[in-house]
């Protein structure tokens, strides 16, 4: 794994702002960490990319430890902060050099590496103008340049996108998928349409625990039980499903029921097991598709 987070606390004066929490992000994948404003998704982030140390656990960065070798780490990372810090007064290709030199890369190799990461970041148009005179959307897409400018294999995004008006969105949106291809990247985010938008991978995080981590297809599919509607020509005997992996049963009416598991991939073998057993004759076995917001909202609310 590119990103490994193990057991990771961090306590401000009385606050426990993460408390031992763990989760992995690995190469071509792009990880969405979600989670309310509070959360602890930015003390995460600080961590993970070195310029912040925690006070127990750990984050190994391609197997580099960040309490040990913080400086190394850093060199590794393209971290993108929420408070996206530019220099206004400087010029586009001005603020990327300064930022690549320091890296220690300078002469032809710096310049070539400033020309590729303004056209894959869409800003030559722009190449001839002072950072302040540009709009909100191409100052991020500079803040994503500055994060690209040393190759970084890993990427940390902090809500890239608070902000940014429709059309800025998603110029964003796609820049953030071209330069995922082969890389580690991590975005923090509150905004669920953002993940659902660009993530594979979900990590939840409230209060400082991790409540959720999982596919999204698999995230949205069970969370606290996938609810099945099973219909047939015949009449249905509730006690019939009290065998199968099920969490409660509720009759809709004689020949349809409403069913919550917390096991769909075996409930779907059994129930299509009993419909042989039984010699009845399937209409209907759809399953419930939830989206993220409502899934969010369960596990939140359970954890107040």
Known sequence: M????????????????????????????????????????????????????????????????????????????????????LYLDMYIPEFLGFMGGLYRMEG???????????????????????????????????????TLVHDPEIIILDEPTTGLDPNQLVEIRNLIKSISHNKTLVLSTHIMQEVEALCEKVVIIHKGKIVAQDLLEHLTATAN????????????????????????????????????TA???????????????????LVELKQETKNLESVFHELTQASQ
């Open 2 to 85: 590119s990103i490994e987070v193990n057991n990771l606390s961090k306590v401000y004066g009385s606050q426990k702002a993460l408390d031992s929490i763990n989760f992995h992000a690995k190469p071509g994948q792009i990880l969405g960490f979600l989670g309310p404003n509070g959360a602890g998704k930015s003390t995460t982030m600080k961590i993970a990319s070195g310029f912040l140390l925690p006070d127990d656990g750990d984050v190994l960065v391609k197997g580099v430890s960040v309490t040990k070798h913080p400086l190394v780490v850093r060199k590794m990372v393209g971290y993108l902060p929420e408070h996206n810090p």
């Open 108 to 146: 032809k190799v710096l310049a070539q590496r400033i020309s590729k990461v303004m056209e894959e970041c869409g800003l030559m148009p722009e190449k001839n103008k002072k950072i302040g005179q540009l709009s909100k959307g191409f100052r991020q897409r500079v803040g994503l340049a500055k």
């Open 225 to 260: 039980g996938t609810t099945f509607t099973v219909a047939t020509e015949e009449p249905l005997e509730s006690v019939w499903f009290s065998g199968l992996s099920l969490s409660d049963v509720k009759v809709l009416s004689p020949s349809r029921v409403l069913i919550r």
């Open 263 to 281: 096991h769909p991939q075996a409930f779907r073998k059994e129930v299509v097991g009993l419909i042989r057993e039984r010699q009845l004759n």
